[in-house]
Antibody, heavy 118, light 113 residues
Framework: VELQESGPGLVKSSETLSLTCNVS????????WSWIRQSPGRGLEWIGY???????NYNPSLKSRVTISVGPSTNQFSLKLTSVTATDTAIYYC?????????????WGQGSPVTVSS | DIVLTQSPHSLAVSLGERATINCKSS????????????LAWYQQKPGQPPKLLMY???TRESGVPDRFSGSGSGTEFTLTISSLQAEDVAVYFC?????????FGPGTKLEIK
């Protein structure tokens, strides 16, 4: 399976960050899928996961601002993070959960760097 | 949240020598009902995403060389590279999946001496 993130690399402060993950070589119906971000200041931070039926689970620290959903196209899923600030500047990865449904991540996208500007 | 700490922060080892990285959890990640440790290890090279090395603390992911091994239980874990190769230069992270949210350690940078 291959994962590829896409979306704007620059987002203005207070606006909404939107990213899409395209999954190829496999189906999103067979695994859980997560968004994870990495920054020098915060390290690796799990954002949340989804199941293809729409079930989600979010990091409590971000829950009020995060939506992860299926689409916009087949075998894609998306991340929306509202009201961004400079602390949301990071590389954003989409990742696949293990076959067993446990929350380790066996495949990752290459990452999408996002900078929040004022 | 479960907090993971790693030691050392960075490590320089000669080629062919053993490298040992430690990960300590703020609470147990051993699930008593199945006696499994909910801990994974990843390797990240510059410009690349993390790559899964190990899960259940000591089970190697498919394709990972057997010079990599994991050990430990409860709150203290170790990743060992038995004979360091040049391609092992990277940052290594531990991650717990015992609880939500899954959390990662801060990383250990491994270099060649």
């Amino acid at each position: 399976v291959e994962l590829q993130e896409s979306g704007p690399g620059l987002v203005k402060s207070s606006e909404t960050l939107s990213l899409t993950c395209n999954v190829s070589g496999g189906s999103i119906t067979t695994h859980y899928w997560s968004w994870i971000r990495q920054s020098p200041g915060r390290g690796l931070e799990w954002i949340g996961y989804m199941w293809h039926t729409g079930t989600t689970n979010y990091n409590p620290s971000l829950k009020s601002r995060v939506t992860i959903s299926v689409g916009p196209s087949t075998n894609q899923f998306s991340l929306k993070l509202t009201s961004v600030t400079a602390t949301d500047t990071a590389i954003y990865y989409c990742a696949r959960h293990s076959y067993s449904g446990n929350n380790w991540f066996d495949s990752w996208g290459q990452g999408s760097p996002v900078t929040v500007s004022s | 949240d479960i907090v993971l700490t790693q030691s050392p922060h960075s490590l320089a080892v000669s080629l062919g020598e053993r490298a040992t990285i430690n990960c300590k959890s703020s609470q147990t990640v051993l699930f008593s009902s199945n006696n499994m440790n909910y801990l994974a290890w990843y390797q990240q090279k510059p410009g690349q995403p993390p790559k899964l090395l190990m899960y259940w603390a000591s089970t190697r992911e498919s394709g990972v060389p057997d010079r990599f091994s994991g050990s430990g239980s409860g709150t203290e874990f170790t990743l060992t590279i038995s004979s360091l190769q040049a391609e092992d230069v990277a940052v290594y992270f531990c991650q717990q999946y015992y609880d939500i949210p899954p959390t990662f350690g801060p990383g250990t940078k491994l270099e060649i001496k």
